[in-house]
T-cell receptor, first 113, second 114 residues
């Protein structure tokens, strides 16, 4: 099993450009999450999907959209990138809503200039 | 509200030294508590957990005890190795769950020198 995979690993964008971060899990998990990690800030939840067909905002959703494409895949879209969105983005999944253990992908390092 | 506070790093130790990373929390009800570890270039992995007061979580030589009276969940290891160099995150899951379930501390970077 690959676990949670993310693409791309690195990306550089100019202000105003758009892009989609891809995430897939092969553990048949129901719930998926997107976090951003900034120095000195820990991890902050952007959006989550408790189950296929549902998505909800987390702590810092502004400037992002998500799509739960199917049970395996959960994408994060930046419509008009801003320098404040420079961060490392992590996707995670868990067996069910309320499951304590989340499994994380390796992350995408995004720089917006 | 719910929050987690952990000691600021970085923490630098020599191999075989004793490790303590402090973590305190604020939560309503009875949360579950976790330590996650992030090795360089990787995502986070669950290290250990405790779901009720006085529980001790342990894994890979690391331990943490859920102390309700002091609202703490300090991480300890008796003898660290170079391979323990990583960033450690304390986290809580509020009782009954909430948006995304997990609330993370800011992380503590540990460097172990040979």
């Amino acid at each position: 099993n690959a676990g949670v995979t993310q693409t791309p690993k690195f990306q550089v964008l100019k202000t105003g450009q758009s892009m989609t971060l891809q995430c897939a899990q092969d553990m048949n998990h129901n719930s998926m999450y997107w976090y951003r990690q900034d120095p000195g800030m820990g991890l902050r939840l952007i959006y989550y999907s408790a189950s296929e067909g549902t998505t909800d905002k987390g702590e810092v959703p502004n400037g992002y959209n998500v799509s739960r494409l199917n049970k395996r895949e959960f994408s994060l879209r930046l419509e008009s990138a801003a320098p404040s969105q420079t961060s490392v983005y992590f996707c995670a999944s868990s067996e069910a809503w309320g499951s304590y253990e989340q499994y994380f992908g390796p992350g995408t390092r995004l720089t917006v200039t | 509200g719910n929050s987690v506070t952990q000691m600021e790093g970085p923490v630098t130790l020599s191999e075989e030294a004793f490790l303590t990373i402090n973590c305190t929390y604020t939560a309503t009800g009875y949360p579950s508590l976790f330590w996650y570890v992030q090795y360089p270039g990787e995502g986070l992995q669950l290290l250990l957990k405790a779901t009720k007061a006085d529980d001790k979580g342990s894994n890979k030589g690391f331990e943490a005890t859920y102390r309700k009276e002091t609202t703490s969940f300090h991480l300890e290891k008796g003898s660290v190795q170079v391979s323990d160099s990583a960033v450690y995150f304390c986290a809580l899951c509020p009782y009954g769950g909430s948006q995304g379930n997990l609330i993370f501390g800011k992380g503590t970077k540990l460097s172990v020198k040979p």
